[in-house]
């Protein structure tokens, strides 16, 4: 199959439902937000943020098929004391608007404009699963404008995707009935369970065609091109990572780096324990603060 160079939803009316169920969880969001569209080379890109402080800030990217609007369970402990940036991935369901082709080569570059775009020097960069590859393919490019990396449970980059897995997914996208759907969801995030306002949004985004490309598994020397501060989280029990192996990789090709692995979960460690994962990454980011991050706030 040949993948669309510019993603966009399927028809008028898979907009238009997508937009009705981005309503309905934005009703749910828990503090006080706002919503910038920056302009960069590859598209108009939707940036929600929240919180304030004088704390170097952190940027978030969500996981295959969210959007801002994922981090609703975790942003008031990641927003607490800094200003908070989740922007919509170019290519991918949401508010965002794609104009020109993307793929991960050019991941760095489209975050570096949304960073210019928002007057911000330097961040702290959270990727959570697909967003972990996005995360670890900006970070071999723009070192300078990150202050520390952390990626969390990021597919396909580290170890090699296993053909179950892979079954799984072709067979819940050939037939993606809200019983599959929801199978799905009890496999990957076993004792995680969508509200119906998320799960109709899971199903909203199957409306739009992505054109961001999937991940491809980094090699040692790309690997060893990540020279900023990395904190790496991987459930135990996840179906997706191989975690003996990614940590390995990791330790052996990155010069500063922590892997936090958590017994008893899977591949859905913020939905599983929110509140102990987040606070493993607000201390990570703590001990790697710097003053000079922002400029023009």
């Excluded at 892979?166 to 004792?191: F, S, V």
């Excluded at 790496?232 to 330790?251: H, M, N, P, W, Y």
């Excluded at 899977?266 to 987040?278: E, F, R, S, Y």
Aim: glycine share 10%; net charge neutral; with cysteine.
């Amino acid at each position: 199959m040949v993948m669309a160079k510019i993603g966009k939803f399927k028809n008028d009316k898979a907009r238009e439902e997508y937009v009705r169920t981005y309503r309905e969880l934005e009703k749910q969001w828990p503090m006080t937000s706002t919503t910038v569209d920056i302009a960069t080379s590859f598209g108009s890109t939707r940036v929600r943020k929240a919180g304030r402080g004088e704390g170097v800030p952190i940027v978030l990217m969500h996981s295959l098929g969210g959007n801002s609007l994922s981090w609703s369970h975790v942003i008031e402990d990641f927003a607490r004391d800094r200003v908070v940036y989740m922007p919509e991935m170019i290519g991918a369901p949401g508010f965002s608007e794609q104009t020109a082709p993307i793929d991960e080569t050019r991941f760095g570059a489209w975050l570096g404009e949304v960073l210019d775009g928002l007057g911000v020097d330097r961040v702290h960069l959270v990727g959570y699963s697909q967003g972990g590859w996005q995360a670890m393919a900006i970070a071999t490019t723009q070192q300078r404008r990150l202050a520390s990396l952390t990626i969390i449970e990021p597919g396909g980059t580290l170890t090699k995707i296993t053909w179950k897995v892979l079954w799984t997914m072709i067979r819940i996208g050939a037939r993606p009935t809200d019983k599959n759907l929801r199978k799905m969801n009890d496999w990957l995030n076993p004792g995680v369970t969508l509200t119906d306002a998320e799960f109709a949004g899971v199903r909203a985004a199957l409306g739009y065609a992505p054109a961001i490309g999937y991940p491809r598994m980094f090699t040692d020397e790309r690997l060893a091109t990540i020279t900023i501060p990395t904190l790496a989280i991987f459930g135990a029990d996840s179906q997706v990572v191989d975690t003996a192996l990614a940590e390995k990789r990791l330790r052996d090709n990155l010069p500063i780096c922590e892997v936090e692995i958590f017994s008893g979960v899977g591949h859905g460690v913020l939905d599983q324990i929110p509140a102990a994962a987040t606070a493993r990454i607000l201390d990570f980011a703590r001990r790697f603060e710097r003053t000079d991050a922002r400029r023009g706030e």
